[in-house]
């Protein structure tokens, strides 16, 4: 078997990553045993855990799948290290500040730390200062990062073909692979979700400095903006990876092609206004931009499900596929992405969310598609590129079993949210009031489900780790 | 600016306050403004400790001393205060920058004030878990139906590699072009179908009844006219037991005096019916017709800090 | 307000500049405002401007009504008072047909024709809406009573010290909402003009004060309408194809 050396850059992802994930996992399960009453003496913990857990869940899978995104994007293009580097350092720098914020300073606003809470909360000041300077020194570097690689990919196509307009015009050369197209698409949207915190950032600090109030409609859409569009196009960097490897495992090409021109740059569009639906109860937004929240929700699901998943499945069909870790991740990441996707739509109706909105629906969908869909294709991709670099034996019924582990946890912990969610059991509430006391039972199940799913990783992890070390000493 | 709060100083000059508003009246203000959201008098504990009866629970130097400065006391270690807020879930009561005086005050008004009317019922415990109906029934059997066909169809297509062949790529594409239509055809049919029934509120719409809300860190506050700052609040009237009336339209005007909250309404079967969010410097408007008589509550639905999950209100529909 | 001339006279010379200004928060609303919500005003007789007889019920009955009280010979706030109605509730379309006010005059030697001569000082002397009126003692006593208006006669000058207050009654006669003061006001007056024409403000300023804001309230049409805060929810985009623009153009000189 021949073997491809792995970035050293890939692999420092990897550790963080790995390091990072089973912690905040635990935070999860502290949160759920906690809303379960199984630890009650820890519930002044519950909202800084949510905190934590929610930031650093959404930090790692958006730099996981930059990594990967970038690692992918490296076969085309050519990225300067320097570039990688810097993403590792400022990620790294801004994880400590969030660390000292939360674990120091007890700071708890949540993941979008909606205006003007992080300045009217229990916490003190300077956690609240502390925490808007790690999401600035997040910002910056994966503003910088989006940026340098968009560059990179402006040595080799223009923008016209990034975006693959020239197969519009029936037009082949430069071929351009699909994970270039999504990567472009992801990135440009990239730039503008990271822009639209600079502005939320700003005006916070203007408030800190001058007092001068900003205004809560505003900050609620610039938030939302760029909160959805980062976890979305996360989402996308996944999808592209999967482009890039599952046709490598199932022996047919995955090409660019008019439809999936046409998809992606629909997405591009849809992407930057589907985040209206996250404000659907407030009733004050002009009715026009509600109504064009769900037609851009729905939208989405047209280039997702006809194109990406149809074209998945085909791939996929009757081929002579090779199964192993990644390739079964990548399958399960993309049906987690579907069923996380349905969960998401049906919730952006409008008439429905009057009902589901901030109850543990919203993180029954979100979990779905960010653990059981972007979480296994990057552990997959990570699998893939080290065992390409290792090529260590696969034990082919104990991965089936880790599989099999992460699979089961992950979606009992998932239905345990998306049952409370239809009994109105709202979300982040540290502790159930009588009324909603069954939210309490869902809790425990899920915290025993979670285990489980940790357990699986861990043991997967431990597959990984095993051949990331192989791989560190071959690294390039 | 200057010239506004000067003018302000001449009305509050040329305005000596009527006896009505004298020394009882400014503890309860201060009460109604500062405590009111964390604490009753007689009704139990909420954030913090139940009031009623604080003045001979403590004494009080002590208790002025707290008033001026909670986090003070904590941060010095006093071991009643500390035992509190290790009791109330070390949750650091806000300092309020009272003046001693106005701790007087608002002592004296504790000790006046007579404890809520009705004692608070026995507290239920445990209630059984709601039927599951509704809306919100039929979403949860259609995620799940779409979710099994999903499963099934990745299902199949993962076992159809066991018999590799060459697929016809054409083929495929028509099928694709006849899912696409299925597709659009279907969620144009869904927005058809459910875009009319968004929530907000329309011309012609006439409520019988107008209700404001004040969400504040950590209460409600129902009224007939709109609060929009605290300084309203204790003197604009409230609505302590709200009560509508069956089949009848009410149109809340939510708003809140600090940060963004939810209004959340329950009905009886404890499943929610309706809801909007709080916002500071906006009333959004909910067009709501109870069709159940019964109790309803109120919950917060937007994360606002420690206190979140005690923000609650209770309705009457009759 | 209460006081002397003379310091009236000193807040007048502010007034002008006060009037446009917004600056102040929004609602500091003297406390007994709220005390006067919900409270019954009683139905009283009115002798108008025109010469003719009417009762408030009968102006009730039609819809809202703004009541307000001045008297003729104040040599003080009335005057300025009454314009600042005016032009308050003119920017926001004006009574007329969804709402009207009336002016009452509490000096019991005020005759129909000072109620005219006031009504043409302010321009207003057949202004659909308004109405200026006098009434019988007892029943001047009942409606002052009624909504706790508060007046002094100063035996040395004539003059009066007195509240200057608005009443919206609704159309059972009972309190609506109450303002209570001057110019500080406006914004609250402007959103009670609003509000009796059957517009709703879902909007209102908040202490501190925001710089770029969702919406404006245009009390010339009574609409809200989008303001330069939504503007800046275009900001991302437009700069992320910028970026996208400047960098793919900086990198004509692609590799081969």
Redesign the interface.
Known sequence: MTTRPASSQLLIWIAITFLLFPVLILLGILMRSIQAGEISALQPWFYPAMTLHGVGMVGVWYVAAMACAADVLSRHVTLPPALGRLAIAGTVLGVVLLLACVLLGRFAAGWYFLYPLPLKGEWPLWSAVTFLLSLTVLGATWFIWSLGLLWAISRRFSLGQALGWHYLAGRTDPVLPPSVLITTVSLIAGVAALVSAVIVLALFYLELLTGQASDALLMKNLTFFFGHTLVNLAMYLGVAVAYEILPEYAGRPWKTNKIVVVSWNTVLLIVLVAYFHHLYMDFVQPGILQYIGQVASYASAIPAAVVTIFGALLLVYRSRMRWNLASLLFFLGLVGWAIGGVGAVIDSTISVNARLHNTLWVPAHFHTYMVAGLAFLVIGYFYHRCQEAAALRESKGYHQLLIVLMTAGAYGFFLMFYLAGAFSVPRRFAVYPVEIGHGASFAGWAALFATLFLVGFVLTATEVGRRWRAALSSAT | ?R??SG??L??I????V?AA?AAGDEGR?LYERQCAACHTIGEGDRIGPDLAGVNERRPRDWLLSFVTGPDRMIAAGDPVAVRLYERY????M?NLNLSEEQAGQLLEYLALAAPAAAAPAA????????A?A????R??Q??LV??AV??L??TW??L??R???E?D?HR?YSI?RV??VI??VA?AG??VL??P?????RAGAEPARVVYVAAR?FDFLFS???I??T??VG???TLANLVLTKDELVEF?V?SL???H?F?L?GPD????????A????????LFRPLAPGEY?V?C??????G???M?VRLTVN | MRGHCAALLAILALLPVLASSDAAPARSIDWREGVLTGRMVPDIALRTASGGAQRLSDLWRQGPVLVTFFYRRCAGICTPFLEWVRDALQATGGPGREYRVVALSFDEADTIAALQGQAAALGLRDAPGWTFAITGTEELAAITGAVDFWQRRNPTTGQYDHDALLVAIDGQGRVLRAVLGGPEASGRLRNLGAELRGTFVPFYRVAGGASWRCFAFDPATGRSRLDWGMLLLLLPALCAVTAALLLFSAGASREP
């Open positions: 600016m010239i506004a003018l302000a001449l009305f000059l040329a305005c000596p009527p508003a203000l879930n070390r949750i650091v806000p507290a239920v415990t445990e209630l059984p878990r709601p599951l509704g809306p919100q029934s979403v949860l259609l995620f779409i979710s999903i499963v169809v990745f297509v993962a159809s590699t018999n590799p062949v697929v790529v495929a694709r899912l696409f597709a659009v969620l869904l927005l459910t875009l029934k968004a929530p907000y509120a860190q007939e006219e709109p929009v700052s300084a309203e003197i604009v009237p005007r708003t600090d940060v963004n939810g959340g329950y404890r499943q929610i019916v309706a809801q909007t969010q916002m500071p410097g906006y009333f959004n408007r909910l509550k919950f639905l937007e994360y606002c800090a420690a979140h999950h005690l609650q």
